[in-house]
């Protein structure tokens, strides 16, 4: 199923600025809460389209990249595994908590004893991003690429199960914050009487007290290990652009949220094709006679070779262009070109049968330059290869 526009998911158009965006969410948000709406699994979706759709939408980077390239420029290619489609409350809590002013909105609704209170409440680490390099041809950028890349970083620890602790008997509730991950204290002002809430000291924010460590972790739950990660590029990426690849980043410590994998694209330069946005292009060297007399050759494609006409009298600097023949645009079915320049090119040194050869030609009137209205200018050439 492909991914709804994130515009449209939350309701805004595309000029819509950072307060439009974020009261827009935070509407969406509160109308699709699962403690509103207990047991609706299509509102506990609707609530997470949002959550997804509100965290591109809310960074300029990644805003920018998705107004650009869509889906596949934030890294939500449904065939690459890419995204925030993954999020589970804790994740949406920790990341916009600050939307619903530093807890769940529904708490009080609930006497904060429900499992609103328990998503919203605990405090969840989260994992720290990686950013990897990963290059590629211009023929795998063409058709797309699937790369399986090792990775050194932060795994969960398979002995404590990420838990961090000796055994189960090791873990117990809390006993200043009850499990909650917060304590709550009541202030008498003015105004009356004031609850705020803050994380637990004691726990950090978890709701749970370690009492004998993991011997292979030492408590952190995480330990360092290699992961092999395989990668699905679509086609049309270009230099610079970054993927992400959503919970493939460092994991986190006791049990929290990992982090994201971040692809950094680099391109490899072809050894006769050089890249003009989703255009390819081509020099072909021609010599005088062959420009004059006109002939057929080869030129290389992205995909191959390419049979092309030179017609009799082509001049130097005159651009071929080979229909289909570029990239593909990424989260498009348009693709570019391939441009062919022609370059007339000059022999450096002649030998003197050559040379008499040439002085007979000088005063024919065919050698002479006579430019006509059909023949463009340096100029002229160039708008029509940007057209």
């Known amino acids: 199923m ?49 959550a997804e759709a509100y965290e591109v939408l809310s960074s300029p980077e990644k805003k920018q990249r998705y107004d650009q390239f869509g889906h596949a ?21 920790s990341n916009f908590g600050d939307i619903f002013g530093g ?52 795994i969960v620890c398979k002995t404590c199960d990420g838990s961090g602790a000796k055994d189960k008997s090791s873990v117990s509730t809390c006993g200043t914050c009850g499990g909650s991950g917060q304590v709550r204290r ?43 990660i395989t ?51 081509y020099d072909l060297h021609l010599s005088f006679v062959d420009a004059a007399l006109g002939m057929s050759i080869e030129v290389p494609t992205i995909d191959g070779k390419a049979k092309i006409k030179i017609d009799p009298g082509t001049q130097s600097g005159k651009l071929l262009r080979l229909k289909g023949k570029g990239l593909p645009e990424v989260n498009s079915y348009h693709r570019g070109d391939e441009i062919i320049h022609i370059n007339i090119w000059t022999p450096k040194a002649l030998s003197s049968e050559e040379r008499n050869v040439l002085e007979k030609l000088r005063e024919s009137p065919n050698f002479r330059p006579q430019p006509g209205k059909n023949d463009k200018s340096f100029f002229e050439r160039m708008k029509e290869y940007f057209e």
């Open 103 to 154: 807890h769940n909105p529904f708490e009080s609704f609930f006497g904060g004893g429900g499992g609103g209170q328990q998503r919203g409440g605990r405090r969840v680490a989260k994992g720290t991003n990686l950013r990897i390099k990963v290059k590629l041809t211009l023929e795998e950028i063409a058709h797309g690429a699937e790369k399986k890349i090792k990775v050194n970083k932060l």
């Open 2 to 50: 492909s991914k709804r526009d994130y515009y449209d998911v939350l309701g805004v158009t595309k000029s819509a600025g950072a307060d439009e965006i974020k009261k827009a969410y935070r509407k969406m948000a509160i109308k699709y809460h699962p403690d509103k709406n207990p047991g609706d699994k299509a509102a506990e979706d609707k609530f997470k389209e949002a």
């Open 231 to 281: 990668i699905n590029i679509p086609a049309g990426v270009s230099e610079g652009m970054q993927l992400s690849m959503s919970g493939k980043g460092n994991a986190a410590p006791n049990g929290g949220v990992p982090g994201d994998l971040i692809i950094l694209i680099e391109e490899i330069p072809h050894e006769t094709l050089k890249r003009e946005g989703n255009n390819v292009v």
């Open 186 to 228: 009541v202030t008498n002002t003015i105004l009356g009487q004031m609850q705020t809430a803050s994380t637990c000291p004691t726990c950090n924010g978890s709701g749970q007290q370690i009492t004998a460590k993991c011997n292979v972790c030492h408590g952190d739950g995480v330990v360092r290990g290699e992961e092999t």
């Open 73 to 93: 420029g934030v890294g939500s290619s449904a065939s690459g595994g890419y995204g925030g489609g993954n999020m589970n409350m804790d994740d949406i809590f």
